[in-house]
């Protein structure tokens, strides 16, 4: 056996900024948090390349002096906690003193800071962990850290790193839960030059427009109550909101954004009873309780907490998500209802008379309801040029609409009879069909049925980029989040 060496600093520093800065979106988290503990209200990131090449962030926060500037860069420096039992009250996001050293050491870093006591802000450049520069400088009270070239010198990492617009998506998805769980910080996010979210601090309504789109108001609860010493704030999605995967579910602990199994599976099994196959719930909620009930000392990127007591937990959070989405009474001092506001998809100008504003939900209505239904003939208008076109297209579209109809349920039928030597004995309540094979008694929910024979009809046309497209007669507004702009770009043909 070889001798055993004590490492350098410098070497151990790279070893273990793995745990803290793995990608690009885990060094803008950590810079992000140390900002919001600094107590900025104002925060600004900027990133280039999917923060391979650059990441610089700007807050308004206190600052750091001049004098402690090469301490923030050294391991274990934490101004957060000074004792051991500071980590059973830890009302920070930051206590390890491990970001600054871990980022320092695998990147070109700058900081530029400046408190309220100095004249003058002071800057620090550091390139693989060694201090290159550092000197006076001008600029305005609080924090600019710069961050350039990410794991230029540990090539392994550089290696694992995704496309630039990739990394850049899970920045955008890490920022869009700072707004959310921060409503009261005014952050601007650009990637190359573009903004891609603008919040202002004016509070989680606002927060929650600015990362989902102004209809996801109107399709939630707004909570605000408290129970076992817990608070409880947030936005639930309604009966009939409800997403494709597990992407649009966020909780904050006391401002932190958390994976826990404990909260996520309490909301699941409220929402149940009212969710199809497949579906999840959306939530943003923010928990809030007393410090000495969680520990965040789990993991080094903190994103997993324990909690003394998960039973109280789960069944604080499973009653009061059950409350609101079974109507109880109680769930009145609960649920507050939202500001009614203009539509946001009401148009100024209109050729169509009678026009509603829409808005997409799951009941979506079939393409020619929606399109006709508010359209009434009123010759006095010198429209009528359109109203005969859209007569003709009406009748046109009804038909295939009605043909298409009648294939399909004589095929579902057929599917359905062949598939599995299935005998139709009858149909019940309009809905269930019945059916026996042998020892087996069958209820079909039909529409269910007939839903899943298009999705699975969907899904291989689109698998097989076979599926016919047209344009829409009249252009329909989709709003989406950032995460689904981008998943739409990847597939769109
Ligand atoms: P931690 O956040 O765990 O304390 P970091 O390595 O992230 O460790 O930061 C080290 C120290 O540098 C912090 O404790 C804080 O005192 C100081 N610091 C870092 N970023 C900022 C900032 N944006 N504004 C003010 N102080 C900061
Ligand atoms: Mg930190």
Partial sequence: MSKINLLSSKIYNRISAGEVVDRPYSVVKELVE???DAGATSINIDIENGGISSIVITD????????ELKKAILPHATSKISSLKDLDNICSLGFRGEALASIA???KLKIESKTENQNIGAFILVEGGEIIDSSD???????TVTVKTLFYNTPAREKFLRSSRSEESDISSTVARFILGNPNIAFKYTADGKTIYQSFGDGLESAMVNVYGPDVISDCFFIDTQKNGFTIKGYLGKHHFTKGNRSHQTVFINGRYVVNQTISSAISNAYSSYLMKHRYPFYVLNVSMPTSTVD?????????????NNQIVYGTIYSVVSKVLDGISEALNIVTPPVQKEPFFKQEKSNIPNEKPYNFTSQTPSFSS????DIKPQPQQ?????????????????????????????QEQLIIATEQNLKFIGQAL???LILEDGQDLYLVDQHAAHERLLFDKLISLTNNKKFASQPLLIPFVLNVNNEEFDFINQNIF
């Fill in 60 to 67: 308004n926060g206190s600052g750091i002096e001049k004098s």
């Fill in 105 to 107: 050491s695998v990147s």
């Fill in 370 to 373: 929606f399109l006709f239904s």
């Fill in 296 to 308: 965040i000392n789990v993991h080094p990127n903190k994103l997993e907490v324990r909690f003394s």
């Fill in 430 to 432: 309009n809905t269930f």
């Fill in 382 to 410: 010198d429209n009528s040029q359109e109203l005969d076109i859209f007569a003709e297209n009406k009748a046109y579209i009804e038909k295939i609409e009605k043909e298409r109809q009648q294939t399909k349920e004589t």
């Fill in 137 to 143: 400088c001008g600029c305005s009270v609080g924090t």
């Fill in 34 to 36: 140390n900002s919001i």
